[in-house]
């Protein structure tokens, strides 16, 4: 009967602490998510940079032109948004997983302004592409993840 007795302030001093670091947790993830939340994560806002970002595929004869051909990464975009914009990354996923992201040189694009280029690439199979664009926000760039353009199967350009 005594190891009984001996239990139940165990037992409860286990169960309060439990409850402690419980509520704890919950109030710090209460008190983070309240001040962690960007203007990407709330669709945009007034401050946010990306707001007036707007990059697309340009039509060549009706076709977009982003493509895979002779050893490269081929595309042509247009800046339909009305904001300058910085530069232009290419981020690529092979088919292991591997990501490469590479910051294109001279992809300053003005509002309404067209860009083209052809990134040197490996022997591509199936291959996730994404063209992020980005400004800069206090000197530093800020990649609009919300206005990238994506393509899960980069076509030859010899089939367009």
Known sequence: MRSRKGMSPLI???????????LGAMIMNWSV????????????????????????LKQVFGKQILCYQDGAIKFNVVNTGGREITGIQVRTIDEDLNEVKHDVPGSRLPSGGTF??????????????????????????????????VNDALPSCSNE
């Open 116 to 149: 083209e280029y052809s990134l040197p690439a490996a022997a591509l199979g199936r291959v996730h592409v994404e063209l992020v664009p980005y400004v800069l926000e206090n000197g530093n760039p800020k990649y609009c993840i919300s206005r990238k353009i």
């Open 12 to 22: 409860a001093t286990v169960l309060l602490i439990a409850f402690a670091v419980a």
């Open 33 to 56: 998510d309240g001040t962690t939340t960007t203007p990407d994560d709330r669709g945009g806002d007034a401050g946010d940079p990306c707001q007036d970002v707007q990059l697309q």
